[in-house]
């Protein structure tokens, strides 16, 4: 069956290629000749072309597009301008080069239609009239390089003569192709017939500058003019290259300002650009697709280039054989299309074979839409499956036949309809038969849309599918706008943006998953080192990895299974390596624990030596301060020394105590403890004859250590007091942390203990023993540092 598909598609594409064959033959023999065949440009109010019939009456004479080398190639006789044919001559792309006449470009100023004041080029931007000019041909080179010469000099190019034109286009000013306008930038030989036409046209001269050219006859062969050449071409209204001119005609031009043409290399090398230039700066058409032939050709090669490259990436990528195939299909399509695109280009004259070449661009876009449906159908086919169904090949019949509906156009006139202008070229609207191809195509392509996504439905990135979806609106987007001829889409090369249209949707089919890719995903499975196995849901094995083995069932095993699209995928991994790191690090735990208490252990008994070490050194620091009163409590109790001096040191060396703990255990004692423990020994005072009022304003805390000197400081006073007899003593605390006592006795005879007045003194403290009209009163205090001032006398 497959092999009468392909003889089918054989016998189909056999008649195809013999009438292509035929087509080119009969193209290329119609585009020879020429031998005895002068071309003149095709200009208009142009004299030259009616004059040389007489100057050359052994050739025909006809009006073509200047096309100089193409037409010399044929053996013609090629009007051509001086920059073209002398480097041609210099060259040996031509042998004789015979000038006829002068062609100054110049400022024709039609005064029955406008009074502008217009000596040179930037004058044209102050006026408000229309200003004509020519783009067609070579003649948009040769009046741009005039002007650039006179806007910017000998090493001119084309940004100041384009700027002007483009200022002129922003305005509206500017026609193109034409004469009808009072202002029209032309050569002087026009400006001349447009007078004889009967216009009252002032030739004006650029004051900035110009440059006159010369025009003549390029040809292979030597030329014999007939007699009276030059009287000929003055009769006919030409300026000779002499100068000489029928002043009626030519008026009082001042040609002083123009000059003739000193380097053509860079001339040349200037206008390469101007289509370019004139399109995209001057017109802004053309903005984001080739512009001119350079571009066409570079940009598809480089085009070329991209579908070879993506060719090879999709078959490299894709799994099935029949995939493979149709992208390859695919790929030799774009690129059979194009280059028949390139080839169309390059042709100037067989206008037959231009136009065949142009029919089978629906030639390879039907064949295009059939192997995108041989990608879809594809897809989900085994590998060994490769040749595309019956179905498929009876589309393909199909094609073909509407193929040959577009190639026999000439016959019917249904898809396309021509109408030829009298110089070979033809304007043409869609017939019904176009609308036929173009549905095939559409429906075609649609169907493999469909298809692909039916095949992929189980997908899990089904809402990736837009962007392939996407591609598609785009194209139809751009399909539209071409039939409709919408600028951005007209203006575009169909072929070109076809294809990567084509290339776009097919990659973000892959992308997305629509189309299934990785040709090595087999031996990539096969030599994959997890012991992995892949069945269908009848349990049969599909897939297996060389390192899978029997299933066992042991505690070094693990069994896993997921589910997949048709099937499930299984594989075991052994454990028993992990399984006896899990049992060593059971060991070590268990050391680890054992570590711990240990740890803890030592830690507890540690700690216990330092609480004992600190209570220790608590205890030696206390009896250091209190080692003093100790030894005189003892001393008092064996001298037997009174019992209320006894209770008092008693007392003191209690709450000193108290003091000294309190000191380790906060950094501020509230004022009404130090008050309380005042309070109580000013009571026991009273047991040794002493009574002491005792009064406190102290509010804020006070620190421990300044608590401790107060205390200190009153029990060394009130046992003086008591070892005097001294009966009444008033004692106050202020609000500025200073204790003032006022024994009844004179307590000038008071000394303060040494070791109690470093202390103070260590603390900035100060004790004073002032007398106060009559009564003696001592004072404890403690300055501040910021004011340093000092209140009394010594202690």
Same mark, same amino acid.
């Given at each position: ?7 089918? @598609? ?28 002068? *071309? ?18 052994? +050739? ?43 062609? /100054? ?56 003569? @384009?700027?002007? #034109?483009?200022?002129?286009? /922003? ?45 003549? #006859? ?47 290399? +860079? ?61 390859? %299909?695919?790929?030799?399509?774009? #690129? ?30 039907? &064949?295009?839409?059939? %192997? ?81 996504? =039916? ?32 600028? =951005? ?59 899978? &083995? ?31 790191? +899990? ?30 070490? @600190? ?50 255990? /906060? ?22 004859? *002493? ?15 300044? @608590? ?43 000394? #303060? ?43």
């Amino acid at each position: 069956m497959r092999k009468g598909i392909g003889s089918r @598609a054989g016998r189909i594409a056999a008649p195809v290629l013999l009438c292509l064959i035929l087509f080119f033959s009969y193209a290329c023999a119609s585009g020879g000749g020429g031998e005895s065949t002068a *071309i003149c440009g095709n200009d208009e109010y142009a004299d030259y072309p009616d004059v040389l019939p007489r100057l050359l009456p052994t +050739h025909t004479v006809r009006r073509a597009e200047n096309n100089v080398f193409a037409h010399l190639e044929e053996g013609a006789v090629v009007e051509a301008f001086d920059p073209q044919a002398v480097p041609a001559v210099k060259a040996g792309l031509a042998r004789y080069w015979y000038p006829q006449y002068l062609a /100054t470009v110049v400022i024709a100023v039609d005064r029955g239609r406008t009074d502008a004041q217009i000596r040179g080029w930037r004058d044209l931007l102050a006026t408000d009239t229309a200003v004509g000019f020519s783009d067609a041909n070579i003649n948009s080179h040769m009046l741009m390089a005039a002007m650039a010469y006179g806007l910017e000099g000998g090493g001119f190019t084309l940004k100041a003569a @384009a700027g002007l #034109l483009s200022a002129l286009q /922003t305005q509206k000013r500017l026609a193109r192709n034409s004469f009808a306008p009072p202002v029209v930038i032309c050569y002087d030989y026009q400006a001349a017939a447009l007078r004889r036409a009967g216009r009252d046209i002032e030739l004006v001269v650029p004051e900035e500058g110009t440059l006159t050219y010369e025009k003549g #006859l390029l040809s292979n062969k030597p030329l014999a003019f007939a007699e009276g050449a030059e009287s000929l071409l003055y009769a006919a209204g030409l300026r000779l290259p002499d100068g000489r001119c029928d002043p009626a005609l030519y008026g009082s031009a001042c040609y002083r300002y123009a000059a003739r043409v000193a380097d053509y290399e +860079h001339l040349n090398a200037a206008c390469q650009d101007v289509v370019r230039v004139l399109r995209r700066t001057v017109y802004r058409i053309r903005l984001y697709t080739s512009v001119d032939g350079r571009e066409h050709q570079l940009l598809a090669l480089l085009y070329m280039i991209l579908v070879v490259v993506w060719t090879a990436a999709v078959i490299r990528r894709a799994m099935q054989k029949g995939a493979r195939r149709a992208a390859l %299909a695919t790929g030799n399509i774009l #690129l059979g299309w194009m280059a028949v695109r390139l080839i169309k280009y390059q042709l100037i004259f067989a206008v037959g074979l231009d136009r065949y070449l142009w029919y089978g661009f629906y030639l390879f876009q039907l &064949a295009l839409s059939l %192997a995108l449906l041989w990608l879809a159908w594809a897809i989900d086919q085994p590998e060994d499956k490769v040749m595309p169904p019956k179905w498929l090949g009876l589309l393909g019949a199909g094609g073909g036949a509407l193929a040959a509906l577009v190639f026999t156009n000439d016959l019917h006139n249904q898809v396309f309809r021509l109408e030829y202008a009298p110089n070979g070229s033809f304007e043409y609207t869609y017939g019904p038969g176009y609308y036929v191809v173009a549905a095939a195509c559409i429906g075609m392509v649609l169907a493999a849309i469909v298809m692909m996504l =039916l095949k992929s439905g189980r997908n899990p990135r089904r809402n990736r599918f837009v962007f392939p979806l996407a591609m598609c609106a785009l194209s139809s987007a751009y399909g539209a706008g071409y039939l409709l001829r919408v600028p =951005l889409a007209w203006e575009s090369d169909v072929t070109m943006v076809t294809g990567l249209f084509t290339l776009l949707f097919v990659e973000t089919a892959i992308r997305t998953g629509m189309i299934p890719v990785n040709s090595k995903y087999t031996p990539l499975f096969t030599h994959s080192p997890l012991a992995m196995q892949i069945i269908d849901n009848n349990g049969n094995v599909v897939l297996s990895s060389s390192s899978s &083995a029997p299933l066992r069932r042991d505690g070094d095993t693990l069994l896993f299974t997921a589910p997949i699209a048709g099937g499930h995928a299984m594989w075991q991994e052994d454990i028993a390596a992990l399984n006896r790191l +899990h049992r060593e690090i059971e060991e070590y735990a268990r050391k680890l624990a054992v570590a711990n208490t240990m740890l803890a252990e030592e830690a507890r008994i540690k700690r216990a030596m330092e609480e004992e070490n @600190a209570k220790t050194q608590l205890m030696a620091q206390l009896e250091s301060e209190l080692a003093a009163h100790a030894a005189r409590l003892s001393a008092m109790i064996e001298s037997q020394e009174s019992a209320a001096r006894i209770a008092l040191l008693l007392c003191y060396i209690k709450r000193r105590c108290n003091l000294f703990f309190r000191g380790r255990e /906060t950094q501020l004692l509230p004022a009404d403890e130090l008050t309380v423990y005042i309070d109580e020994l000013a009571e026991l005072a009273g047991y040794a004859d *002493i009574k002491i009022i005792a009064t406190s304003q102290l509010e804020t805390p006070v620190a421990p250590r300044r @608590a401790a000197l107060f205390y200190d400081f009153f029990h060394s006073v009130v046992d003086w007091a008591a070892g005097c007899a001294c009966p009444h003593m008033l004692a106050h605390i202020g609000p500025d942390q200073a204790m003032r006592l006022l024994p009844s006795e004179d307590a000038r005879a008071f000394q #303060l203990e040494e070791n109690l007045a470093v202390a103070i003194a260590i603390a900035g403290g100060m004790v004073t023993v002032k007398d106060l009209d009559g009564a003696v009163g001592i004072s404890l205090f403690f300055p501040s540092r910021i004011c340093g001032s000092i209140e009394g006398g010594g202690s």
